[in-house]
């Protein structure tokens, strides 16, 4: 029998929200003002609730998050809370995203709620 392995990185799918349009994706398309809560349609986790997860993964023993979604940007403020709920739990992570509708007020905002990585895509 092998020993239990721990887990090496959490893929963190934040939201099934794309601002983006793309013909071989199933994923659903949202507003990219960030003002509306489709999420609330599709079932998705409350921002407060995204905030409270990485706290859950690191009981888990995950070392790491990677957090993307169809668009990650698309939950903004789902977002910033797990960034917040990131640095509390001391979990380090990144974000994944195309970058569309990021603007540098954004990128500054989620610097400052502790945000270190961000991997950017674009198909």
Known sequence: MFPPKM???AE???TRGC????????MVQYKSDFKHEEWKEHNELSNEEWGRVPSKLVELGVPFAAV???EAITRLPALIEFIKGSVSANLPMTIITSGVGLSDKTIWELKD???RSISMSYD
Do not use: Q, R
Not at 20 to 26: I, Q, T, V
């Open 113 to 115: 709620d502790g945000l």
């Open 19 to 26: 601002n983006l349009a793309c013909s071989y994706c199933s």
């Open 12 to 14: 963190v799918l934040l």
């Open 68 to 70: 993307y979604g169809a």
């Open 7 to 9: 887990p090496t990185k």
